[in-house]
């Protein structure tokens, strides 16, 4: 959904811009494009060095488009599923721990499976897990939107090359020789209009595309600390073996009246 959406963004401002120019090939210009991603991804790699960024990247489009939408609901189902096979000692808990498509869930299980901590220190050690995870990623998020200063200034200087080209060119030079005449306006204003492509792509990729990517990340790396957080304490409630009722409610204090579980639905 996080790329379909994306997609119709970038159609709808493509349509946009198609639709107030006369003719949209002007919005092409591949060398001031070139020049605006190749200085963010310099400035990346100067400020973040390059095996940070050929991991990061992937891990970046892995979260923005892989990850599933975080439901509290759908956790405090699953957590009170866990907690009733933990209490009755089910042989398929194993196999259920195994199913879980969370991660996090998956890893805060096992540790509690195999016992090696404390009932009474399991919560802190998944908490502090939970806040590395968070940490890390509202981190990945701002040095992303770091990338918009970059590309600005990339297209900032696409543009000076781009008019000092022009002004620079023989005829308009000329022109502004001895004789002092003026070029006509019209013979030079379509190649400056050009030039200035540059600084279009830097602040239309510095604040349409890696802001926004930015926020995505920071929001999705708030839910998964948000839900992380429920399964911390559910984990900890089950290793206390307190009785199903006590847990589900005390899971649902997370979630809105709307989407409080039932713990005979759980």
């Known amino acids: 959904m996080n790329f379909l959406s994306i997609l119709a963004g970038f159609a709808l401002l493509y349509w946009g811009a198609w639709v107030s120019v006369e003719d949209a090939t002007m919005l092409w210009n591949l060398k001031a494009f070139a020049m605006v991603v190749g200085g963010a991804f310099v400035g990346a790699v100067i400020s973040y060095r390059l095996p940070f960024v050929t991991t990061f990247l992937p891990a970046m489009m892995a979260r923005l488009f892989v990850r599933r939408h975080t439901s509290g609901r759908k956790t405090v189902e699953e957590l009170s599923k866990f907690n009733e096979a933990f209490r009755s000692r089910s042989m398929v808990l194993g196999e259920m721990v195994n199913k879980s498509r969370d991660p996090f869930m998956r890893e805060s299980m096992t540790l509690l499976l195999e016992g090696?901590?404390?009932?009474?220190?399991?919560?802190?050690?998944?908490?502090?897990?939970?806040?590395?995870?968070?940490?890390?990623?509202?981190?990945?998020?701002?040095?992303?939107?770091?990338?918009?200063?970059?590309?600005?200034?990339?297209?900032?200087?696409?543009?000076?090359?781009?008019?000092?080209?022009v002004f620079l060119n023989p005829p308009f030079f000329e022109a502004w020789g001895p004789s002092f005449r003026l070029t006509p306006v019209?013979?030079?204003?379509?190649?400056?209009?050009?030039?200035?492509?540059?600084?279009?792509?830097?602040?239309?990729?510095?604040?349409?595309?890696?802001?926004?990517?930015?926020?995505?990340?920071?929001?999705?790396?708030?839910?998964?600390?948000?839900?992380?957080?429920?399964?911390?304490?559910?984990?900890?409630?089950?290793?206390?073996?307190?009785?199903p009722l006590h847990f589900t409610e005390e899971l649902n204090s997370y979630l809105s009246p709307l989407e409080r579980v039932e713990w005979k639905a759980a």
């Open 116 to 165: 090696i901590i404390p009932p009474d220190k399991i919560q802190n050690v998944l908490l502090t897990r939970a806040q590395w995870l968070y940490d890390r990623e509202l981190r990945e998020a701002r040095q992303l939107r770091s990338l918009a200063r970059y590309a600005f200034v990339a297209g900032l200087v696409a543009t000076i090359v781009g008019t000092m080209h």
């Open 186 to 243: 019209f013979t030079w204003m379509p190649a400056l209009s050009t030039a200035f492509m540059g600084l279009v792509y830097g602040v239309g990729l510095g604040h349409l595309v890696f802001h926004p990517l930015s926020e995505n990340l920071r929001t999705v790396a708030e839910e998964a600390f948000q839900k992380n957080q429920v399964i911390a304490h559910g984990v900890a409630l089950m290793s206390q073996h307190i009785n």
